[in-house]
């Protein structure tokens, strides 16, 4: 299971260094996003250093929308989503490849937009270890519960407008945990940090577990 | 003998289009069928039926002995689909992608060497992206991709599309080498007099039904035409 799942992620994730669509398109976006927050919110610097964490993961939530849409798209060009199914591998190890992969490029993201945010809304980290752990935990839960419902669109005509749709409402309890923990790292509030990296943990397990089950049924309905 | 393909009163809806309208067939382990019949006859869905990936709305189905209402991923894992698509990733190198599907498939390094060698796929080629290949570089890369898998049940669907002369001889060659070797064939194409050499057996679809077998060289003024099946569809 594990050999098949890695076979997955190395194979997304040696597409997309090969296609470099990630460098080229998703991260100049949400760079762009960041620096529109950074000019609407400019003459006052106190409002964008408190924002900040929010605004980082209002971002990092936009941003990996593409990078989940993405992901399902290599797989639907040219049939090869039908050869997955023929394989023979395991739709837990094809789920669990695919979440890993989207789940790396997520932590390449946040690490590249969490310097852009330091630059530009001049924030300082005062928990590195909550701020590290709370970026894996969310990036684990929005890529677990993207690959479930980037499955559930693949095989949609109308999948690029309805991903965003399914997904943002569900990951909310990310956005709302990721900020608080973000807060408390930066020390703008009195979040309790590494209680929201809780809801953080446990919003993944779940999304794992549920999509680890659920994703066969779905690849066969996409 | 248990059969390779054993379908009865098959039928197939593609939303409520019955793309399959209660398909009967037998096909015996190591023989080389053809399907014939014209557009919209059902012979794609007959061979997506076979692999598996349609389902079976009524009707009773077995592939390699695997029910086809209960048993899909078993029967999936031991045949091989050549679609109007290549199921290749354009952004992976030739030798990628074939070795990607070999290890989906639990194949070894000398497969992949010996499916690349046998489709022409060596040198220069196999270190070229599957996005800067022709359509037919692209077919045999696709073809070199399932001849990994050793597949019990080959459904090919106009496997000689986009190949020039040479590797039409090959994927003849391939086609004669997996019935020699125990493995069934079903193939859809419309290029009768080339699959003739083949010696198939040749099965008339139409309206997605089957017509039952004509000989191998038959192409019958009162063949049904395209537009026959396109009163169906309307």
Do not use: K, V
């Given at each position: 299971m594990f050999r098949d799942a890695w076979l997955i992620a190395g194979k997304d994730l040696r597409i997309e260094m090969r296609s470099r669509v990630g460098l080229n398109q998703i991260v100049p976006f949400a760079v762009t996003v960041l620096v529109l927050f950074a000019f609407a919110l400019d003459t006052d610097q106190e409002a964008l250093r408190t924002y900040a964490p929010g605004l980082f993961w209002v971002t990092v939530l936009l941003a990996s929308l593409l990078a989940i849409g993405r992901s399902f798209a290599v797989d639907l060009a040219d049939g090869a989503a039908d050869r997955l199914l023929l394989s023979g591998i395991d739709p837990i190890s094809v789920f669990g490849g695919k979440a890993a992969a989207i789940a790396v490029q997520l932590v390449v993201l946040e690490v590249l937009l969490g310097a852009g945010v330091v630059l530009l809304f001049d924030v300082t980290v005062h928990r590195y270890g909550l701020l590290v752990c709370a970026g894996l935990a969310a990036a684990a839960g929005v890529a677990t519960a993207g690959t479930l419902y980037g499955a559930l669109v693949?095989?949609?005509?109308v999948r690029e407008t309805l991903l965003p749709l399914l997904l943002l409402p569900v990951v909310a309890p990310v956005l709302i945990g990721a900020t608080r923990a973000f807060q408390d790292a930066f020390g703008v509030a009195g979040a309790e940090g590494w209680a929201w990296l809780g809801l953080l943990a446990g919003f993944a397990a779940i999304y794992g577990v549920f999509g680890a089950l659920s994703y066969g049924a779905l690849l066969e309905e996409a | 003998m248990e059969s390779a393909v054993r379908l009865r009163a098959a039928v197939t809806l593609l939303g409520r289009f019955p793309a399959l309208a209660g398909v009967d067939l037998d096909i015996s382990p190591g023989e080389i069928v053809l399907l014939k019949g014209p557009?919209?006859?059902g012979k794609t869905t007959l061979l997506r039926l076979c692999a598996g990936l349609c389902t079976l709305s009524t009707g009773q189905g077995w592939v390699l002995g695997h029910d086809l209402s209960s048993e899909r991923r078993m029967v999936r894992r031991r045949v091989a689909l050549l679609g109007?698509?290549?199921?290749?990733?354009?952004?992976?190198t030739v030798a990628e992608n074939v070795g990607f599907w070999a290890r989906a498939a639990g194949a070894g390094r000398q497969d992949v060497d010996e499916a690349m060698e046998r489709l022409s796929l060596t040198g220069r080629l196999a270190d070229t992206r599957v996005a800067r290949l022709s359509a037919g570089q692209r077919r045999r890369a696709s073809i070199a991709s399932l001849v990994v898998?050793?597949?019990?049940l080959w459904l090919l669907d106009e496997?000689?599309?986009?190949?020039d002369q040479q590797t039409r001889d090959t994927v003849d060659a391939l086609v004669r080498g997996a019935a020699a070797a125990g493995a069934t064939v079903v193939l859809a194409t419309h290029e009768l007099e080339r699959i003739a050499v083949l010696e198939p057996r040749v099965v008339s679809v139409v309206g997605g039904v089957v017509r039952g077998d004509d000989p191998p060289d038959s192409q019958s003024p009162n063949s049904p035409s395209d537009a026959e099946d396109d009163r169906r569809v309307s």
């Open positions: 693949a095989g949609l005509g | 557009n919209g006859a109007h698509r290549t199921g290749l990733y354009d952004d992976l898998r050793r597949p019990e496997p000689h599309a986009g190949l």
